[in-house]
């Protein structure tokens, strides 16, 4: 099962306003990773993180490792209609094993 | 090809009939990974191949789940006996090599629902 805990599970905002969710876990993680499903695809990286406190930024999104290695969070800021679509947080501890989130539906009303 | 393809993108079995899912990777990717995600949930981690070597099945729910890459490239995942619960995606992924910092790219997927 999923073991990675991510809030939260849908949201609701309305074109402009800023996006926060985040990832918890009980185990630590070498990377953290952000990736974003449209219906119908499968899911696509964002943003990844390799050190315990790096603040990354691609464009209006914004997300940082934990200095514990156990969680990170993700913001977007002014969203868009095409910011909608559900996004997964993921931790990697070695080469071959990814975990994911539940994922965080978004829904941007224009 | 440009992507991660897969095949069938859909696929409707017959509760015990046995079904075969396949992947293309990214050319010249060395890694390559299965994963199951059902319907609301992410994804979760199914088997890892290095080449053509099976590095990790650990994720595999039941006997009935089995995946080659016989020569390093295609891969295949194989399910026997289908049962409703293995309806789900089924989603292929493959980076360069298996390092943090190679970027690990998912296929469609193939949405197998059983009944």
């Known amino acids: 099962g999923q073991q990675l805990n991510q809030s939260p599970q849908s949201m609701f905002i309305q074109e402009g306003e800023d996006v926060s969710m985040n990832c918890t876990s009980s185990?630590?993680?070498?990377?953290w990773l952000w990736y974003k499903q449209d219906p119908g695809e499968g899911p696509v990286l964002l943003i990844a993180?390799?050190?315990?406190?790096e603040l990354t930024s691609n464009g209006r999104l914004t997300a940082q490792f934990g200095i514990t290695r156990k969680d990170s969070f993700l913001n977007i800021s002014a969203s868009i209609p095409s910011d909608v679509g559900i996004y997964f947080c993921?931790?990697?501890?070695?080469?071959?094993?990814?975990?994911f989130g539940a994922g965080t539906r978004l829904t941007v009303k224009p | 090809g440009a992507g991660v393809s897969q095949s069938p993108r859909y696929k409707v079995a017959k509760r015990g009939q046995d079904v075969a899912l396949r992947c293309d990777p990214i050319?010249?990717?060395?890694?390559l990974f299965w994963y199951q995600q059902a319907l609301g949930q992410g994804p979760e981690f199914l088997t890892y191949?290095?080449?053509?070597?099976?590095?990790?099945k650990s994720g595999l729910p039941s006997d009935r789940f089995f995946a080659e890459r016989p020569e390093g490239s295609v891969s295949t995942l194989k399910i026997q006996r289908t049962q409703q619960e293995d309806s789900a995606v089924y989603l292929c992924?493959?980076?360069?090599?298996?390092?943090?910092?190679?970027?690990?790219?998912f296929g469609e997927g193939s949405w197998l629902t059983v009944v």
């Open positions: 992924a493959s980076s360069f090599t298996g390092g943090f910092g190679n970027t690990i790219y």
């Open positions: 185990s630590i993680f070498n990377t």
């Open positions: 993180l390799y050190k315990a406190g």
């Open positions: 993921a931790g990697r501890y070695n080469n071959n094993d990814m975990r």
């Open positions: 050319s010249g990717h060395v890694s």
């Open positions: 191949f290095q080449n053509e070597a099976q590095l990790d």
